[in-house]
């Protein structure tokens, strides 16, 4: 559940980067922020998750074949 809680801080701080570092349109470019900023943290959590995946097949394999 961890993973959630630092998906929607990035998302909160990708909000106010983006509310605060445009003149117009805040609100778009807050919501704006807040999408791209969350989902690029989700993909990165994703590809870590993976990773582990396949390290986890890995040593199955490897325990299957020379175990």
Do not use: E, P
């Amino acid at each position: 559940m961890n993973w959630l809680w630092v998906i929607l801080v990035v998302a909160a701080i990708g909000g106010l980067l983006g509310y605060f570092g445009s003149d117009r349109n805040r609100g778009k470019n807050a919501i704006q922020g807040a999408l791209v900023s969350g989902m690029g943290c989700g993909y990165i959590i994703l590809q870590i998750f993976l990773a582990f995946v396949g390290l986890w097949i890995l040593f199955k394999l490897g325990s299957w074949l020379f175990g």
